[in-house]
């Protein structure tokens, strides 16, 4: 088990955390990305964060919880947020890892909040597929049941596992995975003849690749035939990997094409800010979907597809969403939002607003606090 520190010291730190995480995602670890961000803007406010990680995949799980209950042992003065996404904690979706981990800490008399990145239990198919969800929604519970405090990424009214008005459950939504974008970040001046830029933030593998590509093709390509000049940005997971198929999609259609690739995020975030609208088309957009939340971050008007699911408070930012599937809605949607600089603007503003006072790390920040101190006191 790796233990750090990630947050930058600004003075004698009033409080000390640990974000407790299990597995590593690669190539990149939004997570990770996420600890990395709430533990400065927590800098900022007088608490440390130390980004731990119980290495289960690498060391095994005897060696790995032995390590964790070593090192928690000098914890004792911490809140521990252990980070839950069911691969984190197994590597089929059966995440019984996650509560002997918490068993351990609680055990050393550590005070355990656990951050849900998950709080719904992944849907399968066939008689595997359904034990697995079974066994997660039952250890979505367990977990709830045997912590401190569980934060939600997800208003606690969706989620259906979650007993009503529960007292130690509280909604905290997630923040970008870029650096705070600079306070004036509006539409800038005139193209002066430049093509308008649409950034298509990752692109999943096949099987769902070829679907996401015709969707991608669908929406742009009536606008770039009414005499739209157009530039499409593709950066982030899955973008290299799928160069020849989008360079085949767009071939003789006038649309200037870059694949980027994964980007540093000084660089994503440039490249969002030098955007006009963000498409994004991986299933619905919803409340934990960090592409959407990065392209609100950055002011931009985020175009995609809605199904029933509430996403509130995201609704609040500047979105044109269409039902799923309706691949000529979503055209007429972007269409809307480039050939119109009134909308752009206005859609730009909703989404510049919506960061600061909801998805902005320093928000975020605060609540934690809010939500720790509450029942620290009590305590």
């Known amino acids: 088990m790796n233990l750090r520190r990630d947050a930058p010291k600004t003075g004698v730190p009033t409080e000390r ?24 803007a927590l800098a900022l406010q007088g608490v440390l964060l130390r980004i731990a990680r119980v290495d289960w ?15 928690s042992a000098g914890w ?132 769902y690749r070829e679907r996401e590509l015709q969707d991608i093709a669908g929406a742009v390509l009536p606008a770039a035939k009414q005499g739209t000049p157009l530039r499409i940005l593709f950066f982030g997971k899955g973008t290299v990997d799928a160069k020849d198929e989008i360079e085949q999609t767009f071939h003789q259609t006038g649309i200037e094409v870059s694949i980027l690739g ?31 939340i990065a392209g609100v971050a950055c002011g931009l008007p985020v175009v995609g597809y809605a199904d029933e699911t509430d996403i509130f408070p995201l609704s609040e930012a500047g979105l044109r969403l269409v039902p799923r599937g309706d691949q000529p809605a979503l055209a007429r949607a972007l269409a809307d939002v480039l050939r119109d600089p009134n909308l752009r603007e206005d859609l730009r503003a909703r989404s510049r607003r919506a960061h600061r006072s909801i998805f902005a790390w320093d928000v975020i920040a605060k609540s934690f606090q809010e939500a720790l101190t509450k029942p620290r006191a009590l305590g």
């Open 262 to 292: 994964l980007l540093e995020p000084g660089k994503l975030q440039q490249s969002l800010l030098e955007s006009d609208a963000l498409l994004s088309v991986r299933g619905a957009v919803y409340l934990r979907r960090g592409t959407a």
């Open 76 to 207: 004792n003065s911490s809140w521990i947020l252990m980070q839950y996404t069911a691969l984190a904690w197994s590597r089929r979706g059966f995440p019984f890892g996650a509560l002997l981990v918490l068993g351990i800490l609680r055990r050393q008399g550590l005070r355990c909040a656990v951050v849900y990145h998950e709080p719904i239990a992944l849907k399968g198919a066939g008689l595997i597929g359904g034990i697995r969800t079974a066994c997660q929604r039952w250890i979505l519970r367990e977990l709830h049941r045997q912590s401190d405090m569980s934060v939600m990424t997800a208003p606690t009214r969706t989620i259906d596992w979650l007993p009503q008005e529960d007292s130690k459950a509280v909604f905290i939504p997630i923040g970008p995975n870029i650096p705070a974008p600079p306070a004036a970040n509006g539409d800038g001046a005139a193209k002066n003849g430049k093509p308008l830029t649409v950034a298509v933030y990752c692109v999943d593998p096949p099987p």
């Open 57 to 71: 995949m690498g060391e095994g799980w005897l060696r790995a919880l032995w390590k964790l209950r070593l090192e």
């Open 17 to 40: 955390w640990v974000a407790l995480l299990g597995h590593r995602d690669f190539p990149t670890d939004g997570v990770e990305d996420y600890c990395r961000y709430l533990g400065e």
